[in-house]
């Protein structure tokens, strides 16, 4: 089972690769009651302490898979379930320090049964519905 | 004598906790409890293995059927017609996920489909395209032997032009693979209620007598509830005016609990409701 907030504690990670930290990844569930195919995500950006990792610089890995935010647009055909997470990548040449981090995620989805007019997702704004919207937490890197 | 109206849970009530607090045979346990004998599912929610139907998942759902005396009535998915972020969702792509979703469907023993259509406007007005779409599915929904049903939901009323259309469509193909899901929402007549959620404050709903046309076209209803008090009586819906219409009218088929009231997230909150909202229609079906 996931935890209950929408950024997961486990798999938060820094990530290493040939023997060099480039980055760190953090795991998060869709709060939206439905899973979705990927071309219905709105990725948003990653904000680690203010510093803040624009969307689409975000590499999403689902069902085991790495996806740019620009393939993921094309896929209507891949599908992110609610009982499964999703691992963001953030690459960031040494990773984060070993401490405390204030962790903020935005994504929302699209749903074609509510109204046009509703059915958005701003990057820029801070806000939570039933589809999407920003969430935080504090986590600690080993 | 077999009851006619029977009652149901969807697992879309228990969406705060799934996944998290919850699991499916968790969902059933509960149901058992309540003595419901009808589950809705959600496809895209609640089949682990979607889009594709797993054997394990087969296994475990006919298990979990037969333990707790649970009947499949409502199997819930979606036409996402805004697939993509620049353009509409193609015909063909549409028709593969539809006849998909009825093979699944088929396979779990479901008959009854919540078809949920992409809309237009703020009334929830259907995509114009809806008849070309469910007209080139109709050939599979007969072998796969399942009933598209659009839900009707507040905002919308039953009087709204759209749903005349989908009674028409049903006359004029004469077919019977095609249905209406009533949702209880178009009947909300109380928005001030402190704990509800209210997303449509000035929203227009239907007298329960609005329903009788209908009837026949009916082949599922949701029961939508927002709030219970602890005498058992829903504060926002007019529940015995509308079981009274649904028992005079002898209709046949599921009520189906839809908890959309506050605190789905509190652990055991919506099980509770659940409860008291079967004691409600329990004691207003009279068993």
């Known amino acids: 089972m996931l935890e209950a907030e929408v950024i997961q504690y486990r798999g938060f990670h820094n ?11 953090v795991c998060v569930r869709n709060n939206y009651y439905r899973g979705v195919w990927l071309s219905q995500l709105r990725p948003g950006r990653v904000v680690v302490d203010g510093e803040i990792f624009p969307w689409d610089t975000i590499i999403w890995n689902i069902n085991g898979k790495d996806y740019t935010t620009s ?72 | 004598m077999m009851n006619k109206i029977k009652r149901g849970v969807s697992l879309y009530s228990y969406s705060g906790e799934y996944g998290r607090t919850m ?19 959600l496809a895209n929610s609640h089949i682990d293995s979607y889009p594709d139907l797993s054997d394990e998942y087969l296994e475990k759902w006919r298990y979990l059927c037969n333990k707790y005396h649970i009947e499949p009535v409502e199997y819930g998915h979606w036409i996402d017609t805004r697939l993509y972020k620049n353009r509409l969702i193609g015909d063909e792509e549409a028709r593969e996920k539809l006849i998909n979703d009825f093979k699944i469907a088929n396979k779990l023993g479901f008959r009854i489909l919540r078809t949920k259509l992409g809309v237009i406007d703020g009334q929830l007005t259907p995509v114009e395209n809806w008849r070309e779409l469910i007209k080139s599915v109709l050939p599979e929904a007969e072998k796969y032997n399942v009933i598209m049903c659009p ?137």
């Open chain 1, 15 to 25: 990530i290493e690769e040939n023997g060099e930290v480039i980055g760190f990844q």
């Open chain 1, 71 to 142: 393939e993921m647009e094309e896929r209507g055909d891949v599908f992110w379930r609610i009982t499964d997470v999703a691992t963001l990548k953030v690459m960031k040449k040494g990773g984060l320090a070993q401490g405390f981090h204030d962790v903020t995620v935005r994504f929302g989805v699209s749903c074609s049964y509510m109204p046009p007019e509703i059915d958005t997702f701003d990057d820029n704004a801070e806000y939570n519905t039933f589809f999407g919207g920003t969430y935080t937490r504090r986590m600690i890197i080993v």
């Open chain 2, 151 to 287: 839900e009707i939901h507040l905002p919308s009323v039953l009087t709204d032009k759209f749903v005349a259309d989908y009674v028409d469509f049903i006359e004029e193909t004469g077919t019977k693979y095609f249905g209406l899901n009533i949702d209880l929402s178009v009947f909300q007549n109380r928005f001030d209620i402190p704990g509800v959620t209210v997303y449509a404050p000035d929203c227009k709903h239907s007298q329960p007598e609005d329903i009788i046309p209908l009837l026949p076209y009916v082949k599922c209803i949701h029961a939508k509830f927002n709030k219970m008090d602890d005498d058992f009586n829903e504060l926002t819906i007019p529940y015995k005016e509308i079981i009274n219409v649904l028992k005079e009218e002898k209709w046949e088929g599921y009520l189906i609990s839809e908890y959309e009231g506050e605190n789905k997230d509190i652990p055991g909150y919506v099980s509770h409701e659940l409860r008291k909202q079967h004691v409600m229609l329990k004691r207003l079906l009279g068993y």
């Open chain 2, 23 to 41: 699991d499916l045979e968790d969902c059933f346990k509960d149901m058992y409890d309540m003595g419901a004998t009808g589950i809705e599912i």
